[in-house]
């Protein structure tokens, strides 16, 4: 990955870094809703569907070879911890637009995960240049129990739009609520309004 370039996401500069509500932890916890997803790459495939000219779906071995970035980012988990400084590689939300032509009537996306989880995201949050497609994290090879192969990570809103165990990605006319969306969360999830739960 010679070609890689390290994209700091903007929220690294702010002059508060810790969004209200949050502490600030060493660890780097596991959550998620049920079982931890064993992925066997020659059987997985990335699938980009919805309201695209043409479907188009990738082995893993053709995903790896697209080309890769690098994102620093901080994570915000609605739970109320942060931690800071963490670096991605993979590939771009950008570059899907490389891979399919998206349909003019398409202004969201659902990511779909190995096992059932999904997330909901509008195009304007999912293509902002820090968000990542990650098959790796601080220069390792994500662990399974962290969405190996590939996880997507969206620094600017809480953690659990950043979908684990991602096998696809949904183009979408209108908003619908994913997994946790649709279990109390905010349909957007912004953590510097602290837009944690569905009521506000
Ligand atoms: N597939 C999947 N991805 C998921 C979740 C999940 O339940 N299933 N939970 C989310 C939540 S709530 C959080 S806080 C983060 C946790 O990621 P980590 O286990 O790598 O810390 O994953 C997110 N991605
Ligand atoms: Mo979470």
């Given at each position: 990955?010679?070609?890689?370039?390290?994209?700091?996401?903007?929220?690294?500069?702010?002059?508060?870094?810790?969004?209200?509500?949050?502490?600030?932890?060493?660890?780097?916890?596991?959550?998620?809703?049920?079982?931890?997803?064993?992925?066997?790459?020659?059987?997985?495939?990335?699938?980009?569907?919805?309201?695209?000219?043409?479907?188009?779906?990738?082995?893993?071995?053709?995903?790896?070879?697209?080309?890769?970035?690098?994102?620093?980012?901080?994570?915000?988990?609605?739970?109320?911890?942060s931690?800071?400084?963490?670096?991605?590689?993979?590939?771009?939300?950008?570059?899907?637009?490389?891979?399919?032509?998206?349909?003019?009537?398409a202004?969201?996306?659902?990511?779909?995960?190995?096992?059932?989880?999904?997330?909901?995201?509008?195009?304007?949050?999912?293509?902002?240049?820090?968000?990542?497609?990650?098959?790796?994290?601080?220069?390792?090879?994500?662990?399974?129990?962290?969405?190996?192969?590939?996880?997507?990570?969206?620094?600017?809103?809480?953690?659990w739009?950043?979908?684990?165990?991602?096998?696809?990605?949904?183009?979408?006319?209108?908003?619908?609520?994913?997994?946790?969306?649709?279990?109390?969360?905010?349909?957007?999830?912004?953590?510097?309004?602290?837009?944690?739960?569905?009521?506000?």
């Amino acid at each position: 990955m010679e070609d890689e370039k390290l994209i700091r996401s903007p929220d690294m500069e702010r002059s508060q870094r810790v969004p209200p509500g949050q502490q600030v932890t060493d660890d780097m916890p596991v959550l998620h809703h049920g079982p931890v997803q064993r992925v066997d790459v020659s059987k997985w495939k990335f699938k980009i569907t919805g309201l695209v000219q043409k479907k188009v779906e990738l082995t893993f071995d053709q995903f790896k070879s697209l080309p890769m970035v690098k994102v620093a980012s901080d994570i915000h988990c609605v739970t109320g911890w942060s931690k800071l400084d963490n670096t991605w590689e993979g590939v771009s939300t950008g570059e899907i637009k490389t891979l399919v032509d998206i349909l003019p009537s398409a202004r969201f996306v659902m990511v779909h995960s190995v096992g059932g989880f999904t997330t909901n995201l509008s195009m304007e949050d999912f293509f902002q240049p820090d968000v990542i497609f990650a098959v790796r994290q601080n220069g390792e090879p994500i662990a399974p129990e962290h969405g190996f192969p590939v996880r997507l990570v969206v620094p600017r809103l809480y953690f659990w739009k950043s979908a684990k165990w991602v096998e696809g990605m949904e183009f979408m006319e209108s908003d619908k609520p994913g997994f946790w969306e649709s279990h109390g969360y905010h349909i957007r999830g912004d953590p510097w309004k602290e837009e944690r739960y569905d009521y506000q």
